[in-house]
C-alpha cells in the first residue's frame, strides 16, 4: 500500500496549471473562492498541513507558526519574498521556507519606469479629463509636464530590480544615483555610471526623483521614515513598487498635505488595500496602482514552472532551489 499523499493548504486561488498539478501530487485543499484566509483558517492549516502555500498576503507569523503541528516541514510562499514570513521563526521549527524571487525582475522595472513617466508627463490626469469631458482643446499652458531627461534619479536598493530599473533610467537620459548596503561591482557601476551613496541621507537630500526596490526586512521597515522624508526636496517625486511597509505612510501623508514633498507614486501601501478614508485618495501629487507592478500573465508561467518543480522535489526528498536556510538572507 502507497504512503498517503501528505497534505497541502493553499491560501489563494493560483493558476489552474499550478492547482491541477498540485491535485496529481498531493492531497491538496485549494482556495476555489479566492477569499482571503482567516487567522483562525491559517492557525487550522498550519496544524494540519504538511506543506502550506501562502501568497504574500498572508501574514505567517512567530505565533501561527508556534501553533504549527509536528507535521508542518514546508511553507512554499507563492512569491518574490518572504517578509509575510517570520522565517527565523519557521527555522527554529525545523521547517524550510521556499519562494519564487528574480521572475519578475525585468517586469517590476518595467513598470516603476511607467509610473515615473507616468507622473512626469501627467498621464493619468490628462487621460482622465477626456471622458470627464473636460478637455477643450491643445493650450500652450494647458496641463504642463516634467522633463525627466537629465533629473537625478536615487534608487533604494541595487539588488536584480534596482539595476534593471537603473538600465531603462540611463536610457531615458537620467543620472543614477544609488544606496545600498555596499556598492554594486565595479564594472556594473561604470557601465551604468551610477554614482553609490553610503547615506542614505545625503543622497535623499540631493535626488529629484527616488526609486524604493529594496526588500521589506526588519531592517528596512519604516526606511523612509519622517525624519528622512524631510530630507527630500519639495518638488522630488518617490516611488514605490517595493513594500509598503518601507516608507512610514502616517509621515508620507503629512509630507504631502505640506507642500514638503512634490508627489508620491504607489503600486504597494502599507496595508492593502488602501483604506477608503485615507488621504492618500484624491490628491493631485499622488497616483496609485493596484500593487501590479509584479502582475504580468506573461511570466506566470516561469512562477509555476519555479514553483512546481520545486514541490516536486520536495515530494521526492531531492534538494530544493530558492530555499532561506539561514536567518541573515532576511537581509541579503
Not at 140 to 148: E, K, Q, V
Not at 255 to 278: K, N, Q, W
Not at 287 to 314: G, M, Q, Y
Amino acid at each position: 500500500m502507497g504512503r498517503k499523499k501528505p497534505l497541502v493548504i493553499v491560501t489563494r486561488k493560483l493558476p489552474d496549471v499550478v492547482e491541477t498539478r498540485m491535485c496529481e501530487l498531493f492531497d491538496a485543499r485549494l482556495n476555489i473562492d479566492d477569499n482571503t484566509m482567516s487567522r483562525s483558517a491559517l492557525a487550522e492549516a498550519m496544524r494540519a498541513a504538511e506543506v502550506i502555500v501562502p501568497t504574500v498576503t498572508d501574514r505567517i507569523d512567530a505565533e501561527l507558526i508556534g501553533l504549527a503541528g509536528p507535521q508542518m516541514k514546508l511553507i512554499a510562499n507563492f512569491g518574490n519574498g518572504v517578509d509575510n514570513i517570520d522565517v527565523t521563526a519557521a527555522l527554529g521549527r525545523g521547517m524550510t521556507v521556499t519562494n519564487t524571487p528574480g521572475v519578475l525582475t525585468e517586469d517590476t522595472a518595467d513598470m516603476t519606469m511607467a509610473l515615473i513617466l507616468a507622473v512626469a508627463r501627467r498621464l493619468v490626469e490628462g487621460a482622465s479629463v477626456i471622458p470627464a469631458g473636460e478637455w477643450t482643446g491643445w493650450a500652450p499652458t494647458w496641463m504642463l509636464g516634467r522633463r525627466i531627461r537629465g533629473k537625478r534619479l536615487g534608487i533604494v536598493g541595487m539588488g536584480r530590480i534596482g539595476q534593471a530599473l537603473a538600465h531603462r533610467a540611463k536610457a531615458f537620459g537620467l543620472q543614477i544615483h544609488y544606496h545600498n548596503r555596499r556598492p554594486v561591482a565595479a564594472p556594473i557601476e561604470e557601465t551604468l555610471e551610477a554614482t553609490y551613496w553610503e547615506s542614505l541621507d545625503q543622497m535623499l537630500a540631493r535626488m529629484d526623483i527616488v526609486s524604493v526596490n529594496c526588500p521589506h526586512t526588519p531592517a528596512t521597515y519604516h526606511l523612509l521614515s519622517a525624519r528622512r522624508l524631510k530630507y527630500l526636496r519639495s518638488h522630488a517625486i518617490l516611488v514605490n513598487t517595493a513594500r509598503g511597509e518601507i516608507i512610514d505612510e502616517t509621515a508620507l501623508i503629512a509630507a504631502l498635505e505640506s507642500g514638503h514633498l512634490g508627489g508620491a507614486v504607489l503600486d504597494v501601501v502599507e496595508s492593502e488595500p488602501l483604506r477608503e478614508d485615507s488621504p492618500l485618495w484624491d490628491r493631485d501629487n499622488v497616483l496609485i496602482s493596484p500593487h501590479s507592478a509584479s502582475t504580468l500573465a506573461d511570466e506566470n508561467a516561469r512562477i509555476v514552472d519555479i514553483f512546481v518543480t520545486n514541490l516536486t522535489r520536495w515530494l521526492r526528498g531531492e534538494t530544493l532551489v530558492n530555499v532561506f536556510a539561514r536567518t541573515d538572507a532576511l537581509t541579503s
